[in-house]
């Protein structure tokens, strides 16, 4: 059983499109968040939601715009897609916001972007 | 200066020999670490986490932390070819900002 799970695994299109990743995990955590890594393999938080609501939102364009339906599922929607927004974007988990700081996060299998 | 630094490498090593993999980080009150290992084209995936200064071992891993240096390092001992991998470092600060470094790419030759 995949404990974060995120579709598509590849995502390719072209500049000006939008997207969506979807989320979901299945460990009965509170707290979902969406990060990004780039071509140097820096990872850089971009939103965290805690039980559907959204507690963090770090410097992150307003073309990205999260959603969060219940706990167990988080999406990300990207409006007017730009090369810059290629990267690899990772859903993640923890039992809890603070939690995370005593067991880090699960991360999901990731989603490649390429934006063309 | 970044939150979390590591030496990007790549860090080669022969098999069977330890791996030592290098980390600092910048906000003094940091409380928790990580480590996490990714493979190529997967996500990541924690394998140590430590608190308190001083070793702790899980099995081929000692992670080491030195608060005073603000220093926090893996070892590897009997590296295997299945080991080769990128290592990210993490830290948590006293305000549960919790950063990445940019992770150290280790290569075990057979």
């Known amino acids: 059983d995949t404990a974060v799970s995120q579709t598509p695994k590849y995502l390719v299109t072209q500049m000006g499109n939008d997207k969506s990743i979807k989320c979901e995990q299945n460990?009965?955590?509170?707290?979902m968040y969406w990060y990004k890594q780039d071509s140097k393999k820096f990872l850089k938080i971009m939103f965290s939601?805690?039980?559907?609501?959204?507690?963090i939102n770090e410097t992150v364009p307003n073309r990205f715009s999260p959603k969060s339906p219940d706990k167990a599922h988080l999406n990300l929607h990207i409006n007017s897609l730009e090369l810059g927004d290629s990267a690899v974007y990772f859903c993640?988990?923890?039992?809890?916001?603070?939690?995370?700081?005593?067991?880090?996060?699960?991360f999901g299998s990731g989603t490649r972007l390429t934006v063309v | 200066q970044k939150e979390v630094e590591q030496n990007s490498g790549p860090l080669s090593v022969p098999e069977g020999a330890i791996a030592s993999l290098n980390c600092t980080y910048s906000?003094?009150?940091?409380?928790?670490f990580f480590w996490y290992r990714q493979y190529s084209g997967k996500s990541p995936e924690l394998i140590m986490s430590?608190?308190?200064?001083g070793d702790k071992e899980d099995g081929r891993f000692t992670a080491q932390l030195n608060k005073a240096s603000q220093y926090v390092s893996l070892l590897i001992r009997d590296s295997q070819p299945s080991d080769s991998a990128t290592y990210l470092c993490?830290?948590?600060?006293?305000?549960?900002?919790?950063?990445f470094g940019t992770g150290t790419s280790l290569t075990v030759i057979p």
């Open positions: 993640a988990s923890s039992q809890d916001y603070w939690d995370r700081g005593f067991h880090g996060y699960t």
């Open positions: 460990l009965g955590h509170d707290t």
């Open positions: 939601y805690n039980n559907k609501e959204l507690i």
């Open positions: 906000d003094r009150g940091s409380q928790s």
């Open positions: 430590i608190y308190s200064n």
């Open positions: 993490a830290a948590v600060t006293a305000g549960n900002q919790f950063y």
